[in-house]
């Protein structure tokens, strides 16, 4: 099973951007989709975005749409979020996960395998 660390979270304020990185060891980092969630406090864990195993194809909840880019290096066995026109709800510890399940639906967070401990990200008004 893949272990995930996350990093690049901050305070940023809004209209900036920030990227973060999803770093998997110990598993085959190739083989599992990806996926950013966020939780903020008091609320369940959202879903954020999601791509495929080979990138080729990636999904996003319309509340980040247009603003947020998901993407993966399999080389570098990471995964990244690049985060623009950030907003005060972003505000939130952002995860990602991973699974080794190809075809459901990734916006799911109880399909995910493994999970990163989460990287702070806080968005000033």
């Known amino acids: 099973q893949v272990q995930l660390e996350e990093s690049g979270g901050g305070l940023v304020q809004t209209g900036g951007s920030l990227r973060l990185s999803c770093a998997a060891s110990?598993?085959?980092?190739?083989?599992?989709?990806m996926g950013w969630f966020r939780q903020a406090p008091g609320k369940e864990r959202e879903f954020v975005a999601a791509i495929s195993w080979t990138g080729g194809r990636a999904i996003y909840a319309d509340s980040v749409k247009g603003r947020f880019t998901i993407s993966r290096d399999n080389a570098e066995n990471t995964v990244y979020l690049q985060m623009n026109s950030l907003k005060p709800d972003d505000t939130a510890l952002y995860y990602c996960?991973?699974?080794?399940?190809?075809?459901?639906?990734?916006?799911?967070?109880?399909?995910?395998?493994?999970w990163g401990q989460g990287t702070q990200v806080t968005v000033s008004s």
């Open positions: 996960g991973g699974t080794l399940n190809r075809y459901s639906n990734w916006a799911r967070a109880g399909i995910y395998d493994s």
């Open positions: 110990g598993g085959a980092f190739g083989n599992y989709a």
